[in-house]
């Protein structure tokens, strides 16, 4: 039988099991992105958190990751919340309707909510791609 | 609790997160760019700075609430993620429990830590 129609593709379904339109691939860099920042923000807690114990603790752990592997990854977060933040406000403005437009006849060409919600979009994957060319600025050429 | 409730306060999570997290990305990573703007706070993983911001009562706060709605919004993201995975009855009760002990136990961690800093 055809897995697509038991429902049940597991991960797999999550990148293809058919037709796919932009906003699904959207949702696809929507999960990986939140995993990851996720993983991030666990450790991070632990990281931060040592700060309680003075300043010796927070300099040599502050000091273990000074080094160019952890700063790409910390770049690599800071992009994943870029998207993740700018995705999401379009995703909470559909989850509240506002990008659903009013219901009308089904008249042909059909106005569909994923076209109208479209230049929203667009609108916000240009302001997170410009969020992430200041953060790559601001990481690699000014160097902090 | 209804699982429509959690979905609510997973979205009005969301939003908490989406503004005290842009504030948070910009002193930390955008910092050199603020600093060129005149914010004149450079170098914000260095010990002063990490006192400054550890004794002052409004980032101690925004601290606790951004550290509470981040591991709420993320854990239950996960959950959702693991249990469309259709785990067993079993294996779907130990995710829950794992990750609510998770969430409480980096809670705990992440306040006791903010409030040692400010008082000390």
New interface residues.
Partial sequence: MNRARTGRLGILGWAYAGRFGVERYAYLLHRITGLGILAYFLLHVFVTSSRALGQGAWESVMGFLNKPVFRFGEFLVYVAFAYHALNGVRLILGELGFTLGRPGRPVYPYPVAHRRQRPLFLALMILSAALIVAGGWDFFVLGH | MREATLWTLH?AA??V??VL??VH?GIM?????LA?MGTGY??P?S?TS?VVR?KKLLFTVAYVLL?GT??YH??Y??RN?LLE??PGRVAARVIQWLVLA?GIS?FV??T???I??YV?
């Fill in positions: 979205l969301g939003i997160i989406l997290l842009a990305m990573h955008l910092e050199d760019i060129a450079p170098d993983l010990w990490v550890s550290l981040a591991l993320g854990l993201g996960l993620i995975l259709n998770l980096l961690l992440g006791v830590a903010a040692v800093a000390r």
